[in-house]
């Protein structure tokens, strides 16, 4: 865990003989009350290599198989003049001298065109993919991944945030903007909210894709449709512990995600990875 510095959070107890690493148990005006053990998952080593090789496997798997047409380029009427005419192969318009449909002529077929048949998905080993989200849990406790991916931390802070449970009950964005406030998160949130611009012009804004905004506070609750509060807020996501998956705690691949647990979100995901209560 980080050091405690004179501003931050008072140090957690140490247990030498206990593998599991303990948190903060946080009240909704921000201030500890006591602390939780963490799953043992938040306690294994960051491997960068298996995070990111997970998240391009998850993103290989929503890629669209594209192709050209069958038809491309050999919409034309030509003809070939044979051989000894002083003049290439190629084939050409009719009644003119203008090559057509040969991938080496203007307008014509593609020489080795997109296939639908192409296979764009990746394969991970179960124990891989285990292994990754294991892995991107525990890189949400190291300060230095979060600062790393652009996030805005209060000083001394402890990651990660464990929340008491009325946090799953905010309804209000406004009830959401004052916890994050007392937390001393709505920084990072203003970081992405001032990070939203306007995709250059191409196919994403043809396709609706007209504004990229960063990621910020991920927000994991034990159930859906818990903490909508927190939906308007710029780059804040709102995600159950049973649907956690290691693209939502490490976006693009990029490990250490600003990640707060409400305290039924720790228990469901010990539930959900088969740990006992220590």
Known sequence: MTASRETGSPALPTEPHSPHHRAHLLD?????????ALPLAFS??????????????????????YGTSPTAGLRHSVEWSGKGKGV?????????????????????????PPRIERIWAKKI????????????LAATREERLASARG?????????????????EGIETAADARRLLERLKLW??????????????SGRARRRGRVRRTPRSVLIVTSASDR???????????????RRLATEDLAP???????????????????????????
């Open 187 to 200: 920084a990072d949130v203003e970081r992405a909210q001032d990070g939203t611009h306007l995709t250059s």
């Open 151 to 167: 996030h805005h931390l209060p000083h001394g802070v402890h990651l990660p945030f464990i929340v008491a449970d009325p946090i």
């Open 28 to 36: 909704l005006e921000g201030k500890p009350d006591g602390t939780i």
């Open 88 to 112: 290439s192969r190629s084939p050409r318009l009719m009644d003119s001298m203008r090559g057509a449909q040969a991938p080496n002529t203007v307008g014509g077929r593609p020489a080795h």
């Open 252 to 278: 693009g691949g990029d490990a250490g995600r600003l990640t707060v647990f409400s305290k039924s979100a720790v228990e469901s995901l010990r539930s959900r990875l088969g740990e006992a209560v220590p």
């Open 227 to 241: 903490a909508r509060g927190f939906r308007n807020l710029a780059g804040v996501e709102v995600i159950s512990a």
């Open 125 to 136: 080993n179960d124990k891989e993919r285990r292994l990754a989200f294991a892995s991107a």
């Open 44 to 65: 294994q080593p960051v491997r960068p290599d298996l995070i990111r090789r997970a998240v391009v496997a998850a993103q290989s798997h929503r890629r669209q198989p």
